[in-house]
């Protein structure tokens, strides 16, 4: 089974960077996919981790750490539409996997 | 490319009726899910479709919960009857699987409101 934890709410100000920790427990881990979520919209991609490392893409940044169950989502230079709720989730099992998610953690950006 | 379709995007009914969902996944995806997201949580898987086998359906409540996704395209999802706790967003996903990142990409949802 799985255990996703991250934390409910953070709040960043315009151009600051801010990272959102994930960490998880699981039996079978086959990789990490950060979402974005804005109120009333459906997840959007933003990154996937199955190895060691640091993923960049623009502003946004992903980093795992499978032997210590972490990941964080680090986003820079931080803007207005970046407000939403970031999913952390995670897949599991071989064969047909299944991708489970964490509750999200809603992220306020202030000016 | 379009991406995932859903209808209707709100419903609103009152309990023990019956409700009908319905998905068009991105042209090409073998790959279709449906998910049920509470406010304040991530989504929850509910049925995996591989074309048109259902291959994950542990979290589907059989009991009221009905899908059928005929010829591997589109998909339904139907409650009957519906109850209070049954308000909820259903998003539909799809993905390619090919033994990669099988990306799920997700539509917007419809939302749905038990009185």
């Known amino acids: 089974g799985q255990n996703i934890d991250q934390p409910t709410e953070m709040t960043a100000t315009e151009g600051a960077i801010v990272q959102i920790n994930c960490t998880y427990q699981?039996?079978?881990?086959?990789?990490l996919f950060w979402y974005q979520q804005h109120a009333g919209e459906a997840p959007t991609f933003l990154s996937y981790?199955?190895?060691?490392g640091l993923e960049e893409k623009g502003r946004f940044s992903s980093f795992l750490s499978r032997s210590k169950g972490y990941s964080y989502l680090l986003l820079k230079e931080l803007q207005m539409k970046d407000s939403a709720s970031y999913l952390c989730?995670?897949?599991?099992?071989?064969?047909?996997?299944?991708?489970?998610f964490g509750t999200g953690t809603r992220l306020l950006v202030s000016p | 490319e379009a991406g995932v379709v859903q209808s209707p995007r709100y419903k609103i009914i009152e309990k023990k009726q019956p409700v009908a969902f319905w998905c068009n996944p991105i042209s090409g995806h073998n790959t279709l899910y449906w998910y049920r997201q509470n406010l304040g949580q991530g989504p929850e898987l509910l049925i995996r479709?591989?074309?048109?086998?259902?291959?994950?359906d542990s979290q589907l409540p059989k009991d009221r919960f009905s899908a059928e996704r005929l010829k591997g395209v589109d998909s339904t999802l139907k409650i009957q009857p519906a109850e209070l706790g049954d308000s909820a967003v259903y998003l539909c996903?799809?993905?390619?699987?090919?033994?990669?990142?099988?990306?799920?990409?997700f539509g917007p949802g419809t939302r749905l409101t038990v009185l």
């Open positions: 989730a995670v897949r599991e099992g071989t064969g047909f996997q299944k991708l489970v």
């Open positions: 699981t039996s079978g881990f086959n990789g």
């Open positions: 981790n199955v190895l060691d």
């Open positions: 479709y591989e074309n048109e086998e259902a291959v994950d």
């Open positions: 996903a799809s993905s390619l699987t090919s033994g990669g990142a099988d990306t799920q990409y």
